[in-house]
């Protein structure tokens, strides 16, 4: 197996642009996981799927950001419009069940300039 | 809701020596806690696991334990070497299946 696939692995944009990063969970995983890194919160939790649901959201920063996930092998997490402060690491993770191991992606690495 | 505390410092070990770092969380209903293990530039990696209905586990050179009546979890790395410098985060879960990373502890191991 690939394992959990992001892409882009890097992305830099302006402020005010829209960005959307992508996710491929492993064949498999019912859980979908989208999370961000940064020094300062340290990995923090966006929001996960369950069999492609939106289950906990409460981790989303505000209404510039949105997820979905239209189907059991791809994710989608969007910004807009970007702001320099949303400059970090996103992972996303999948898991087969919500409480098994989560498994990270490479991760993409956004700056908004 | 879950509060994992993991106080971010740097931990420096001379090789061949273990390195120990804890945890506690806040959340008596937890019942899984994961460690990942994250290199320089790299995706967390999960590198062993423990359920609360056990309370210790070991996968060669490394060891968790879980002290539940103290809420607290540890990792232990022994006969460090060079390859286990990397930021390791612990983690629990709590009632809507979300899972709480700790802030991370840096392992420095001098050769």
């Known amino acids: 197996d690939a394992g959990v696939i992001q892409s882009p692995r890097h992305e830099v944009t302006e402020m005010g642009q829209e960005v959307t990063l992508r996710c491929k969970p492993i064949s498999g995983h019912n859980s979908l996981f989208w999370y961000r890194q940064t020094m300062m919160r340290g990995l923090e939790l966006l929001i996960y799927?369950?069999?492609?649901?939106?289950?906990?959201d409460s981790g989303m920063p505000e209404d510039r950001f949105s997820a979905k996930m239209p189907n059991a092998s791809f994710s989608t997490l969007k910004i807009q419009p970007s702001e320099p402060r949303d400059s970090a690491v996103y992972f996303c993770?999948?898991?087969?069940?919500?409480?098994?191991?989560?498994?990270f992606g490479p991760g993409t690495r956004l700056t908004v300039l | 809701g879950e509060n994992v505390e993991q106080h971010p410092s740097t931990l420096s070990v001379q090789e061949g020596d273990s390195a120990v770092i804890k945890c506690t969380y806040s959340d008596s209903a937890s019942n899984y806690f994961p460690w990942y293990k994250q290199e320089l530039g790299k995706r967390p990696q999960l590198i062993i696991d423990?359920?609360?209905?056990?309370g210790e586990k070991k996968d060669q050179r490394i060891a968790v334990t879980l002290n539940k009546t103290a809420k607290h979890f540890s990792l232990h790395i022994t006969e460090t070497q060079p390859e286990d410098s990397a930021v390791y985060f612990c983690a629990g879960y709590y009632g809507n299946n979300r899972l709480a990373f700790g802030k991370g502890n840096q392992v420095v191991v001098i050769p």
């Open positions: 423990i359920r609360s209905n056990v």
């Open positions: 799927f369950n069999n492609n649901v939106p289950i906990d």
């Open positions: 993770a999948s898991s087969h069940g919500a409480t098994d191991t989560q498994y």
